[in-house]
């Protein structure tokens, strides 16, 4: 997203533990996470943000599949249904650490048995929290969204801007 706007930027976070307590709010779970990926890249950098997004079904927090068999068993629990994606963002500039969610819902359309095999052999769920991603295949299988698209996607563009502006800055700041 930000190399589609222009913007420079450079990977910067190390790995985190993605771990959470049964029951926890999956919302401050991944506002958490998003923290997690800031305090592991380096203090020296003047803005510092991360994104964790979790895919939740009721009060199930669907992660990324392991084997096509969970991805598939996932796939088949979002069918005909509404699910939440939730985007954790923090940002941290000169010491002070911001922190925020974007929350999606989502609705796929019923999924047949041959749609949830051939989307599992294109080799998608496997990076992907809830096993699918909007932006490919998995866009056959969405009926509608409520809310932002981008932040199902994994970068709530909006989100993202609201941080920045608290900080005193405009996306069109750093765009080149």
Not at 33 to 38: D, S
Not at 106 to 112: A, D, G, L, Q, S
Request: proline share 3%; glycine share 10%.
């Amino acid at each position: 997203m930000l190399r589609e706007l222009g913007i420079s930027f450079r990977k910067a976070a190390g790995k985190i533990e993605e771990d959470w307590k049964a029951g926890e709010d999956p919302r401050a779970i991944a506002i958490e996470l998003a923290a997690r990926k800031v305090q592991a890249s380096p203090a020296t950098m003047e803005l510092t943000v991360g994104m964790d997004t979790i895919v939740v079904l009721g009060r199930r927090i669907l992660g990324k599949p392991a084997t096509a068999a969970e991805a598939m068993s996932m796939l088949r629990s979002l069918s005909g249904r509404m699910h939440r994606v939730i985007t954790g963002v923090a940002m941290r500039y000169h010491g002070r650490t911001l922190r925020q969610a974007e929350v999606t819902r989502v609705y796929f359309r019923k999924i047949t048995p041959e749609e949830i095999d051939w989307y599992a052999k294109t080799g998608e769920p496997f990076d992907k929290a809830g096993a699918y991603g909007i932006q490919g295949g998995a866009r056959l299988f969405v009926r509608k969204i409520d809310g932002c698209f981008f932040n199902v996607v994994g970068f709530p563009i909006d989100c993202f801007q609201r941080l920045l502006a608290r900080f005193g800055f405009s996306v069109f700041d750093f765009m080149h």
